[in-house]
Structure formats: C-alpha cells, structure tokens
C-alpha cells in the first residue's frame, strides 16, 4: 500500500548511543517531516524538508540531524540519545500540508535508558 | 503566533450518543484548520480539512466540523458514537509564517466510548 513507512517500530537504546530512524515515502511527495509525541503535549516539529535538498529546523532540534537522501526518504539521527529523547517519533509527508494535510507513518517508539 | 486548545483531554460518552470535541485556535491570518484520529499504537490519520469556502466540512466515518470565525472555534462533532470512534483525536492549525506553512497541533483528546 502507498504511504509513509517508518523503521525500526520499536528501539531501545543506551544513554549516549547512536541511531538513525528511516522514513520512506512512495507518494512524490515535496516535503517531509519528523515529529515526537509526548503525553500531554501533542505533536512538536524536530525538523522538516521543504523539498528536496533542503531541511530546516523545527520547534525542538537539539540532539537531533537530519538528511533528506533523496525526495522518497528523510533520516533522523540521534547523535548521543538522552533520557530526554525517550518518545514516539513520526515521519509525515505532504504536498502541500496547508492544502492536504499529512500522511504520517506509524511511528518508532524510542526508549533510552 | 498560532496556537491550538482542545478542550477535555478525555471525554467519555455512551455508544449512540453524541460526539463533541471541542478546538480553539488563534490565527493572526486565515487559518488552515484539521482534525486528525490517532488508533492505539498508529499514526495520525486526517479526519477532515477546512481550508476556504464552506464553513461546514464533512470528513471520514460520519465526523463534521464547523468553523465559526467569530468564536475562533472549529469543534468536532458525530451525530451518534460508535464503539469504533476510541482514539485521540488532534486539532491542528496552519498558517504562513516567514515562508513555511508552520502546523502546529493541540495536546489531543482521548475518546472513549461506553457500551
């Protein structure tokens, strides 16, 4: 089925390891996003990519990268994950989100201990 | 700055029984207004859009919204719950800002629905 499809499911990690999480869209979709959801407070914007070739920071970018390897896939990195980054991570895509709105993936659950 | 508030993060109603989730916003433009539905353990599905035109917008499994300019409003509604329609529910709100069409997205409304 076409859609968002985001890898791994499910992660545990160590404080201080790495990981990336993938995020692959069969849409042609422009631009991509990277959310966390967190109870209480909704979806918050880590980063996003217009287009191709460009990415912008978001509302909460700290201990995170990105990189848009081409227009299907959008990769988030953590660096040296924190407590503080255990969370469920979204990918989505859009068109154009005023317009359409977003296609979201299922989400990796990330717990750093 | 644009905001969202939902109101009730959690709202129980009986099967049959009316549906209302209520969302503020506030917009220094025109806003783009979306509700979306989140099942356990999935990601968020659009339920419904509201962009120009028609103030009344009728989205997926029986939901409508209806902007109300003046009361700054964009409340969720379904004439009769079905056991099906538990999840969280989000309202969000999109606008320009400095050349994005930022999205920013309410805390979430759980609902639950007694048999």
């Known amino acids: 089925n076409a859609g968002v499809t985001q890898t791994p499911k499910f992660q545990v990690l160590k404080t201080g390891q790495s990981m990336t999480l993938q995020c692959a869209q069969d849409?042609?979709?422009?631009?991509m996003y990277w959310y966390r959801q967190d109870p209480g407070m909704g979806l918050r914007l880590i980063y996003y990519?217009?287009?191709?070739?460009?990415?912008d920071k978001g509302e909460v970018p700290n201990g995170y990268n990105v990189s848009r390897l081409n227009k299907r896939e959008f990769s988030l990195r953590l660096e040296s994950a924190a407590p503080s980054q255990t969370s469920v991570y979204f990918c989505?895509?859009?068109?154009?989100?005023?317009?359409?709105?977003?296609?979201f993936g299922s989400g990796t659950r990330l717990t750093v201990v | 700055a644009q905001s969202v508030t939902q109101l009730g993060s959690h709202v129980s109603v009986s099967e049959g029984a009316l549906v209302l989730l209520r969302c503020n916003y506030s917009?220094?433009?025109?806003?783009?207004l979306f509700w979306y539905v989140q099942y356990p353990n999935q990601g968020l599905q659009l339920l419904l859009k509201?962009?120009?035109?028609?103030?009344l917008v009728k989205g997926i499994n029986g939901f409508e919204a209806e902007f109300k300019k003046s009361e700054t409003s964009f409340h969720l509604t379904k004439p009769s719950a079905h056991m099906s329609d538990a999840a969280e529910y989000f309202c969000?709100?999109?606008?320009?800002?400095?050349?994005?069409?930022?999205?920013?997205f309410g805390t979430g409304t759980k609902l639950q629905v007694i048999p």
């Open positions: 989505a895509s859009s068109w154009e989100p005023t317009a359409y709105g977003y296609t």
């Open positions: 849409m042609n979709h422009n631009s």
């Open positions: 990519s217009a287009s191709e070739g460009t990415t």
């Open positions: 917009s220094s433009v025109p806003p783009y």
């Open positions: 509201y962009t120009t035109g028609a103030t």
């Open positions: 969000a709100v999109s606008d320009q800002a400095g050349g994005y069409q930022k999205v920013t």
